[in-house]
C-alpha cells in the first residue's frame, strides 16, 4: 500500500498586536480552506470565523478557496475586513494635502 503524497505549506493570520503562521504537512489535494482548517489556526485567534474570512495565497486573493487546491510550499493568508475602502482613504488624504497646500 502507498501512502498519500503530502506538501509543505503555511498558514498565517495577523491582527495589529498579534501575529501567527503555522507550517503544516497536508495531503495532496488539500484546499485552501481545509488547510485554514487542519492548521488549527482558530485555536490562536478564538474569533476568526474560517467560512467567511476572506483568504489568499502570498497577497494574491483567492476567490474560491474552498476550490483551490495548494502546492507545496505556498502561503495560506486570511485576511481581516477592511476597516476604511483603500481608494477613499487617499482620495480624502490628497483632498487635505491640496488644502494644506493652498493655504500656504
Given at each position: ?17 498579534k501575529q501567527k503562521i ?83
Amino acid at each position: 500500500m502507498v501512502a498519500d503524497k503530502t506538501i509543505a505549506v503555511e498558514v498565517a493570520y495577523a491582527l495589529p498586536q498579534k501575529q501567527k503562521i503555522i507550517s503544516l504537512s497536508v495531503p495532496e489535494g488539500t484546499t485552501v480552506a481545509e488547510a485554514a482548517r487542519l492548521s488549527g489556526i482558530t485555536e490562536h485567534f478564538p474569533d476568526l470565523n474560517l467560512d467567511t474570512s476572506p483568504m489568499g495565497i502570498f497577497g494574491k486573493a483567492v476567490p474560491r478557496p474552498e476550490e483551490r487546491q495548494l502546492c507545496a510550499g505556498e502561503r495560506v493568508e486570511i485576511y481581516r475586513a477592511l476597516i476604511a475602502d483603500p481608494k477613499e482613504v487617499r482620495k480624502q488624504r490628497a483632498a487635505r494635502a491640496k488644502e494644506t497646500k493652498a493655504e500656504d
